[in-house]
């Protein structure tokens, strides 16, 4: 059994717990990546084993698919599924628009391709995640390896032409080697501070070559499950606003917590 969690650890896991009760037996579903995602996965894999829930889980990175067979969820691919019932993953910042910074844990791609392929999205995201503005989380971007250096140069100068505050770029780094995603690409993280129009930026992104994929998700997620450190949830909608406020059992089970 782990020691206590952290409080943004129960935000996480609250958030990723009432999430996982969006799920029903027969569902086709995304399974995002990262820490709060990883919390999603360990609570259908619960479900799967207590309950006999039957999903079809699509994973939006490696680590994502070990884990999912790891507590028995049946994985398969999205070409398998071709359309998704739902997709749930975590994000680095959401706005009022419900509009997404992701790819904190380098998945930007392929989560972007899932979610994409869903009727819903939810994102699930401790309350620290909430921004008025986007952008001082730094924002990822999939670039191919071949001629990054230049792929950089021409992206740090459209953001000059666009009049964005912030302009530097950083390549990822893995220890002493540059990051590689699932699809062997790099990963720059944009420095921007604040991106006034995030919708127009992510769009300028995706013309330049050598860009594979941006992190904004502009008119993607449906809803926001945001969990606190007490155990509480509010579930946002993109049409409702605030739907409802709940409180989420924290019950540490053996099952769950053991491997932490
Ligand atoms: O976009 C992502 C991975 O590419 C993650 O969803 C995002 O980075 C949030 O991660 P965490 O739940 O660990 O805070």
């Known amino acids: 059994m782990a020691g206590e969690l952290s409080p943004i650890d129960k935000a996480k896991f609250v958030a990723a717990k009432r999430a996982a009760a969006f799920v029903e037996d027969g569902m086709r579903v995304g399974l995002g990546t990262g820490s709060t995602a990883a919390w999603l996965v360990q609570c259908l894999g619960e479900r799967v084993h207590e309950e006999g829930l039957r999903i079809r889980g699509v994973p939006t990175s490696s680590r994502t698919a070990q884990l999912a067979r790891e507590v028995g969820i049946q994985v398969i691919s999205l070409d398998e599924a071709k359309w998704l019932d739902l997709t749930i993953d975590g994000a680095d910042e959401f706005d009022g628009d419900l509009n997404l910074i992701k790819g904190g844990g380098g998945a930007l791609l392929q989560e972007k391709i899932v979610a994409t392929a869903s009727d819903r999205m939810i994102v699930i995201a401790d309350a620290a995640k909430e921004v008025e503005t986007l952008g001082a989380f730094p924002l ?7 001629g990054w ?5 021409l ?9 964005v505050l912030g302009r530097s770029s950083t390549l990822r780094m893995n220890g002493d080697v540059p990051f590689i995603t699932d699809e062997g690409n790099h990963i720059l993280d944009l420095h921007l501070g604040r991106i ?7 769009l300028v992104l995706n013309q330049m070559p050598g860009c594979v994929e941006n992190g904004l998700f502009i008119d993607i997620c449906d809803t926001v499950v945001i969990g606190f450190g007490d155990g509480k949830v509010e579930l946002r909608d993109i049409n409702e606003g605030t739907i409802a406020t709940e409180r989420v059992d924290f019950v540490e089970s053996d099952n769950l917590f053991s491997d932490l």
Not at 140 to 146: A, G, L, N, R
């Open 140 to 146: 990822p971007i999939e670039v191919i390896p071949f």
């Open 149 to 153: 250096q230049t792929t950089q140069a």
């Open 155 to 163: 992206v740090e100068e459209t953001l000059i032409s666009m009049d």
């Open 196 to 202: 006034g129009n995030a919708r127009q930026l992510a």
